[in-house]
């Protein structure tokens, strides 16, 4: 008897959905690999610094508290989710009634759409078990706690993970330490407030104002930010042979010397990218006196940019394709016309220029001059970096960037290019052949039978049909939230249109 558990092959002809995916290359982990060595204790999402000290704070209020009125209740995850849980949806009206223009404020979007009583029902908003009556401020059930903090607050080594005697998430004595401090900024009775908001369930507007000393982007005590400089100016970690890891502070420094040197005319909107063609440029002319640092970032650029040129060969054919199949011998074909019929309007190899034509042949959907350009970039990327292969491939493995990955870049060129390559229609065909193989390869992998495949195209009997359309996209480096974390803690300010290094930033960076 046929028993779909035991047996779960996939029958094609039945409905399925197409799941989401920004990768289809399977290329990318190969930079998120790279930047998150490089930037602990910061995410992408993790959006302003005084978070910690919030959470530190709320996680050693919660503790106390329970202790005091119910002894029982203080190792209960249940419990101390639901608290944490209304501590946050509090916090975001707390900001949104005194400080509605800040960004970085998570539950902010709740909180706007349920401002209109008087009393605010906290319970109602935050309690996981409210879910299926109604939508609250925050889907996953662990809150913006669990979902964006409790990975950094660990590896920053303010929190230990529940395990043990203990159930619940507790405190480290430097997470203690900044909890203290951050409770220095306000007094007693906004704490009391606080607790009896979040116990009760219920708090009145009126009262919020109150509040607004715990606001997330004003860092007043000197103490709390004497704090914030030693927590991220101490050493991500040990190697194995007990010599400390700084990447994160070395990257930090690195930003705030762009920042006083050749970043002082770069508006915040293009500081990232303007930062890493910096540094890419920088380490292209003279590797050997690159630290390991520099090298790190160098490798995260050289990895988008070989992406976004690989990553061409496939939207050129997944844009070329309709929902109806096609040969696809018809399509290569008629990709190879718009190749040989395209005249670039300049003869350059300098990268940065490549890349603008990519990104040019996007918006003037032209296909064939896409592969063209992606040709012409894939070339210059390997060139640029042939004498340094080995060193590129040696640095990465001692890393432990998994320099095997399909996306390390290196390693990505040596497969695509080699010394004989040259822009024709051999190349772009190649090209595109691997890029349509490894997405079959990684989509096939990640689908799962019955809840949606997630290709973009499928190719059988020699036809080829289109199932999605995404657009290509970068991976996003962390580098923009460091900036608003060492902004939070007075490193650099925004000065008219542009940032500087303070007097502050200048003794990190100068190590006083």
């Avoid at 092959?9 to 930079?31: E, I």
């Avoid at 960004?103 to 209109?116: C, L, M, P």
């Avoid at 008087?118 to 662990?142: C, F, M, S, V």
């Avoid at 700084?246 to 909107?269: A, C, F, Q, W």
Wanted: charged share 25%; hydrophobic share 35%.
């Amino acid at each position: 008897m046929y028993e779909a558990h035991i047996a779960p092959f996939p029958f094609w002809g039945s409905k399925t959905n197409s799941k989401g995916g920004r990768d289809p290359l399977a290329v990318q982990n190969s930079s998120v690999v790279i930047y998150t060595n490089m930037i602990t204790g910061i995410t992408n999402v993790t959006g302003r610094v005084r978070y910690n000290g919030f959470f530190c704070w709320l996680l050693t209020l919660i503790a106390k508290r329970l202790e005091q009125i119910d002894i029982t209740k203080i190792d209960s995850p249940t419990e101390q989710i639901k608290l944490i849980r209304r501590g946050e949806l509090l916090l975001a009206y707390v900001m949104l009634d005194s400080y509605r223009e800040v960004t970085g404020v998570s539950g902010s979007i709740f909180a706007q759409n349920h401002f209109g009583d008087e009393t605010i029902d906290l319970a109602w908003g935050a309690d996981y078990e409210n879910k299926n009556q109604h939508r609250i401020y925050w889907q996953n059930p662990w809150g913006i706690f669990g979902q964006y903090y409790i990975g950094v607050l660990s590896q920053l080594r303010l929190i230990f993970f529940p395990g043990g005697e203990h159930k619940t998430y507790r405190v480290t004595e430097e997470g203690l330490g900044l909890a203290n401090i951050y409770a220095e900024s306000f007094t007693k009775e906004v704490e009391e407030l606080f607790w009896n908001s979040i116990y009760s369930g219920k708090v009145t507007k009126s009262s919020l104002s109150e509040m607004n000393d715990m606001a997330l982007h004003l860092i007043e005590n000197e103490n709390e930010l004497a704090e914030y400089a030693r927590i991220f100016c101490k050493p991500d970690r040990q190697d194995i042979t007990g010599n400390d890891i700084n990447h994160r502070i070395n990257s930090i420094k690195l930003i705030m010397d762009y920042i006083r040197t050749d970043g002082k005319e770069v508006l915040p909107r293009n500081f990232v990218l303007t930062f890493l063609r910096h540094n890419f440029e920088q380490v292209l002319s003279n590797m050997d006196d690159a630290s390991a640092d520099q090298l790190s970032w160098f490798l995260y650029e050289l990895n988008e940019l070989s992406h976004a040129a690989y990553e061409a060969f496939h939207f050129a054919i997944l844009y070329s394709i309709t929902e109806e199949p096609q040969p696809l011998d018809v399509i290569l074909e008629n990709l190879r016309i718009e190749f040989e019929s395209y005249e670039p309007s300049e003869s350059t190899e300098e990268i940065y220029a490549l890349y603008d034509n990519v990104k040019q042949c996007y918006k003037d959907r032209n296909y064939g001059a896409l592969v063209y350009e992606a040709s012409r970039m894939i070339i210059a990327l390997y060139k640029s970096i042939e004498d340094h292969i080995e060193f590129l491939l040696e640095f990465g493995q001692h890393e432990n960037y998994d320099v095997q990955h399909p996306g390390y870049a290196p390693s990505l060129l040596i497969r695509l290019v080699d010394e004989t390559s040259s822009v024709n229609w051999s190349f772009v065909e190649n090209c595109i052949y691997f890029a349509i193989n490894d997405h079959l390869r990684s989509s096939y992998s990640k689908s799962t039978i019955g809840q949606g495949l997630v290709h973009n195209y499928m190719v059988e009997d020699e036809l080829i049909w289109r199932l999605r359309r995404p657009e290509p996209v970068r991976t996003s480096p962390r580098l923009q939230n460091v900036l608003q974390y060492i902004e939070d803690m007075k490193w650099i300010e925004l000065s008219g249109d542009y940032y500087t290094i303070t007097e502050r930033g200048l003794k990190v960076l100068n190590n006083v």
